[in-house]
């Protein structure tokens, strides 16, 4: 039982490149979600999914896409870098979608993305 | 506006020593607060949650406490130890415009020196 597993651990990347940050969880979790961190702010809500086919925006969702195609699986990705989206981006699931915060959050160890 | 405050913003103190963490917030109407722990270079893990009718709940040598009359929430943390330098998250949980919100303080950068 691995968690939430997130990949890349580190990108750097040039303006306007795009990639994605991979999330993935094994705990049949319905409830997925992606935040950025940035320094003196809370973890804000960039997109967020109830379940498979699912998803909508949070806090801060331009300049980023997401799909969930499956339950296990919830990509990020950025379509044209930017140097504001440099940031600690955290993967969060939980058990249930109704009351996702009822049952806590399993975070992703993050990924670090810097953009030059 | 729904805030989350924490205080103080970062804390130094000696291993074996005591803390208290306050957390205050303007959520309302509240659902839950919970305490998150974040370690360098990891994602935060949930230590305890609180619902509006517990004044108290202890989890090891963290005690959480929840005044939802004042707003207000302290983590307690007894005889410190280096493993406990991290940061601390609260995040409080309530409604606005009748859709859920969950709300992340800025939290608080604790050292342990040995």
């Known amino acids: 039982n691995a968690g939430v597993t997130q990949t890349p651990k580190f990108q750097v990347l040039k303006t306007g490149q795009s990639m994605t940050l991979q999330c993935a969880q094994d705990m049949n979790h319905e409830y997925m979600s992606w935040y950025r961190q940035d320094p003196g702010m809370g973890l804000r809500l960039i997109h967020y999914?109830?379940?498979?086919?699912?998803?909508d925006q949070g806090e801060v969702p331009n300049g980023y896409n997401v799909s969930r195609s499956t339950t296990e699986d919830f990509p990020l990705r950025l379509l044209s870098a930017a140097p504001s989206q440099t940031s600690v981006y955290f993967c969060?699931?939980?058990?249930?979608?109704?009351?996702?915060?009822?049952?806590?959050?399993?975070f992703g160890s993050g990924t670090r993305l810097t953009v030059v | 506006k729904n805030q989350v405050e924490q205080s103080p913003q970062s804390l130094i103190i000696l291993e074996g020593k005591n803390c208290t963490l306050q957390?205050?917030?303007?959520?309302?109407?509240?659902?839950?607060l919970r305490w998150y722990k974040q370690d360098t270079g990891r994602g935060p893990v949930s230590l305890t949650i609180m619902t509006f009718s517990e004044n108290t709940k202890s989890n090891g040598r963290y005690t959480a406490t929840l005044d939802a009359d004042t707003k207000q929430s302290s983590l307690h943390i007894t005889a410190s130890q280096l493993s406990d330098s991290a940061s601390y998250i609260c995040v409080v949980r309530g409604r606005m415009n009748r859709d859920d919100k969950i709300i992340f303080g800025k939290g608080t950068r604790l050292h342990i020196l040995p």
């Open positions: 957390c205050n917030y303007t959520v309302s109407p509240f659902s839950n």
């Open positions: 999914s109830v379940g498979a086919g699912i998803t």
């Open positions: 969060a699931s939980s058990l249930s979608s109704s009351r996702p915060e009822n049952y806590g959050y399993t």
